[in-house]
């Protein structure tokens, strides 16, 4: 499963995308703790105290946030396009 990085995300994981051998599917949740194992420090950029997708952070799975599809409980495929974007602030 490939997962495309954004903007300070790539400085902290040393490339554009994160690649995890997962199962044939797997909830988004479960794909993140794969994604911590070998990125301990994206835990606290991206799940707040209470293990929820940060406010500020966007998953995108095939182009919709997590977030108005089945949060954290979506079901993902390898063949799904996922792109997960950190906190971004302007002024």
């Not at 903007?7 to 794969?34: C, F, N, W, Y």
């Amino acid at each position: 499963m490939e997962i495309e990085v954004y903007a300070m995300l790539r400085d902290v994981v040393g490339s554009k995308s994160i690649h995890i051998d997962g199962a044939p599917s797997m909830t988004v949740a479960q794909m993140l703790e794969e994604i911590f194992v070998l990125h301990p420090v994206l835990h606290d950029k991206m799940l707040d105290e209470a293990g929820n997708l940060q406010s500020s952070v966007h998953l995108l799975i095939n182009g919709r946030d997590v977030r108005y599809l089945d949060g954290l409980e979506t079901v993902v495929t390898p063949q799904d396009r996922i792109h997960m974007f950190p906190p971004v602030g302007g002024g």
